[in-house]
């Protein structure tokens, strides 16, 4: 990378780190004070409008942009990500936050002029968010073609049946429109020629968001995590994405560079959990000595500083492999990091909560909510375990061809 490319990514940097300081750090508690304040944990926090209009007019807006739309690349967009990553709520300061990048990324890549100009254009503006319907409570999911809920051509209008759960933004109030990934063709032999996706309005009739979900007792507000049910709910034809049954194609081409910007944010969450068991560790005393004199202390903070930076590397190479080749191509190196980084995250920021003793535990610490965060980023995008199975496959095809 040249000179003239460094320089302005430098300056990109700095200015989020300066918005990072001024408006982000010293608006953490005054963050979570309004948010417990509403009348409705899902509804919009005022000082959340606030920062968002501040960052548009500093140009910090759309970061998470794919470069051939005019944006940063991946590898680019990397130190910008882990930066937000360090508060978990302030993504979506910058517009940049999940599911809605990677359903943004869906309109560009395979939205109609119509459906770009009525759904992508506000979730550019950050007047609306979305949701993303995968997940179902009645089948393992971790096997999308197992999905049973119903997309069925009826003339004009589809007609979708089925229950979806752990629907990020579904309870939000801003958010809008749904992408509903189902089956409209169950009996097609290619069982990954089966699933269609399609854009469900929130306020369509049939629409039921059940409840909230926690995850390890945290609900994510005022974003959140729902069950939602679709009673045969009916939407215009032209509401099919890219056409019926290529529901596989657009997941795959949604979900890659999204694993990897959990894995950037992971990488920041991290980050700043170390930094804070470094300063735990020089201002507590036990036995006479500070934390920072004793060994398994100082071996604690060794290991979580490599593993950081371990992680880091492979996020960074996984990115440029991304921007070299596709996400289709670089789908080992997604893997590896979707195995990687969420485990990593969660092992180190469990060090940094033991080294806060009983506080670790705390909300008066990001890191058991950062820890929630690792933990359920082993699940979202797939698991563990189908990364593992998809990446062994690969690497042995590789070389014992």
């Known amino acids: 990378m040249n000179a003239a490319v460094l320089a302005p990514m ?3 940097q700095d200015q989020l780190q300066a918005f990072m300081d001024e408006n982000i750090y010293p608006n953490e508690e005054i963050y979570q ?12 926090v005022p000082l959340m409008e606030e920062l968002k209009a501040k960052a548009r007019a500093q140009g910090l807006w759309n970061l998470w942009m794919p470069k051939n739309h005019g944006g940063l690349s991946n590898e680019d967009y990397c130190s910008l990500a882990e930066m937000m990553g360090r508060v978990l709520w302030c993504p979506e300061v910058f517009n940049c936050n999940a599911p809605d990048t990677g359903n943004m990324e869906v309109f560009i890549k395979y939205g109609t002029d119509a459906q770009r100009a009525q759904w992508l254009e506000p979730l550019l503006d950050g007047e609306i968010r979305s949701s993303y319907c995968m997940t179902e409570p009645d089948v393992a999911s971790s096997d999308a073609t197992n999905v049973r809920t119903s997309i069925t051509r009826d003339n004009d209008e589809y007609v979708i049946d089925g229950r979806k759960w752990f629907v990020t933004n579904a309870p939000y109030e801003r958010t809008k429109i749904f992408i509903v990934m189902g089956k409209s063709d169950p009996d097609n032999s290619n069982r990954h020629l089966q699933q269609s996706q399609i854009l469900v309005p929130k306020d369509a009739p049939g629409v039921e968001v059940v409840r909230p979900l926690t995850t390890l007792g945290y609900d994510d507000a005022p974003l959140g995590h729902a069950e939602v049910h679709f009673n045969k709910v009916r939407v215009p034809a032209e509401n099919i994405l890219l056409g019926e049954g290529r529901g596989f194609e657009i997941a795959q081409g949604r979900l890659g560079p999204g694993r990897i910007h959990h894995c950037m944010r992971l990488i920041g969450s991290a980050q700043r959990a170390l930094e804070f068991a470094c300063r735990r560790a020089v201002s507590r005393e036990t036995f006479g000595r500070k934390l920072a004199d004793h060994q398994s202390v100082l071996e604690d903070i060794a290991k979580s500083f490599s593993e950081i930076e371990q992680a880091r ?7 440029r492999r991304i921007d070299e080749l596709g996400a289709k191509d670089a789908r080992d190196f997604i893997a590896a990091s979707k195995i990687s980084v969420p485990l990593m995250a969660q092992t180190v920021i469990d060090r940094c909560m033991q080294i806060h003793g009983a506080g670790g535990l705390t909300a008066d610490y990001p890191m058991a909510e950062a820890f929630n965060y690792a933990r359920w980023c082993r699940q979202a995008d797939g698991p563990d375990q189908v990364h593992m199975m998809a990446l062994g496959k690969q690497i042995v095809k590789r070389f014992a061809s």
Do not use: E, M, V, Y
């Open 313 to 319: 590397l492979l996020t960074l190479k996984t990115a």
């Open 33 to 44: 004070a309004q948010l417990n304040s509403l009348p409705d944990r899902f509804s919009t």
């Open 10 to 12: 430098q300056q990109l």
